[in-house]
């Protein structure tokens, strides 16, 4: 699959070499090429992008001594692809991820293969603004999770997404909006998935998954879905609001984070355990100023898996409560300072210390927006089982 990859890039990349004094790029950040049929019948936006990350992070140890460890690499690396094919109702879109972090590892239940692709669905729009959309994609769950890992107002997203996102699969989802009013925009988005996480390939282990989400924008769309950005860089002229719910449930769920984490194996299949998650989410945004809060909360019928004997197997379903809000103020010179605030609370059957908190302060420079900027934070963290960490991060984001 590497080979393959690397193979298709270099293609493009020699195709381009080959045309560059009959092909002109389009502006920064609007992709490396746009490719239209002569027809018009088909198009396709290629787009590559990629972060630099530096970290650091100082912990006490035992002895009362500070441990302190640093970690250079390349956090992201996506390439790309979307249009619209037969018709422009018919859209496409294919992401590719190349860094360590992207990938994850293979196992059985991905025939041994690297999870190399994020996103690969289509999308019809089939009568006025109802869509559906059948693929691998994000799950209609929590605002973190949704808005892109390349418009985030920090460095990265919170300890809330961390540990009670609900992450990619692959199934059916419907998508819809109307006007309640003039001005009282409603969106609804429905997923019916396998349940088991993204590039899984080995069957259904479990049940099925069902999401719902709904957004109430009662002030109205945001600046070019603003809302699904982190900072304030549309500068909104009026104030916008964005207040959501979304609900999930894994039904025989087979893994401790709904469809993310660890398979719950037994000697003789997997453990399955029906998992419920909530979320609720805040967005405003006004001139410089933003802000987000968000809620999660995740149960399990038996979060203890146990063998046919009834033994504990050592897998636990991660339940519990997170909240999480940030906020930043956005200068005329595009710099950013921001702060964040994550709490977690996991139930007594995860771990016996429940409570873990960080604070966060962040700095951003938005060079071209999203496509090119500059982020630092700083975090203290207070975490359970462990001592508190303090955690420095330097990113540099580039997106064509």
Do not use: C
Request: charged share 20%; hydrophobic share 35%.
């Amino acid at each position: 699959m590497k080979n393959l990859v690397g193979a298709f890039v270099l293609s493009l990349f020699m195709l381009s070499i080959g045309n560059a004094q009959d092909i002109q790029g389009p502006r920064f950040g609007k992709g490396i090429l746009n490719i239209t049929g002569k027809d018009s019948t088909w198009s396709m936006n290629f787009t590559t992008r990629f972060q630099l990350l530096g970290s650091a992070t100082w912990q006490e140890n035992e002895i009362g001594n500070t441990d302190f460890n640093s970690n250079f690499s390349v956090r992201r690396a996506r390439l790309k692809f979307k249009g619209f094919v037969f018709t422009k109702k018919l859209t496409y879109k294919l992401e590719i991820g190349l860094a360590n972090q992207d990938i994850d590892g293979a196992s059985y239940y991905t025939d041994y293969t690297d999870k190399f692709i994020q996103d690969a669905y289509v999308q019809w729009n089939f009568y006025k603004n109802l869509s559906l959309r059948g693929g691998q994609a994000k799950l209609p769950g929590n605002i973190e999770r949704i808005i892109s890992s390349g418009s985030l107002q920090f460095v990265d997203r919170s300890l809330l997404n961390a540990e009670f996102n609900i992450g990619r699969d692959i199934g059916l989802q419907l998508l819809n909006e109307h006007y309640l009013t003039p001005t009282f925009l409603i969106r609804e988005q429905f997923a019916f998935s396998q349940g088991d996480g993204r590039n899984v390939s080995i069957g259904n282990m479990g049940g099925y998954q069902y999401t719902g989400r709904i957004e109430l924008l009662p002030l109205g769309a945001f600046k070019n879905n603003n809302e699904m950005k982190g900072s304030a860089l549309e500068r909104e002229d009026h104030p916008k609001l964005m207040v959501s719910v979304a609900y999930d449930y894994n039904d025989d769920s087979v893994k401790t984070q709904s469809n993310r984490g660890d398979f719950m194996e037994l000697e003789d299949g997997l453990y399955q355990t029906d998992i419920s998650t909530l979320f609720a989410d805040v967005v405003f945004k006004y001139k410089g100023i933003s802000f987000l809060a968000e809620y999660a909360n995740r149960s399990a019928d038996d979060p203890i898996a146990i063998d046919e004997q009834n033994i504990p197997t050592g897998d636990v379903v991660q339940t519990g409560s997170a909240f999480n809000v940030q906020g930043g103020y956005l200068f005329d010179s595009n710099w950013e300072v921001s702060g964040r605030f994550t709490n977690l609370n996991f139930d007594e059957v995860v771990q016996s210390t429940m409570e873990e908190q960080q604070y966060t302060i962040g700095v951003s420079k938005y060079i071209v927006g999203h496509n090119l900027k500059l982020q630092t934070d700083i975090s203290y963290a207070t975490f359970a089982d462990q001592k508190d960490t303090v955690m420095a991060r330097l990113q540099l984001e580039l997106q064509f």
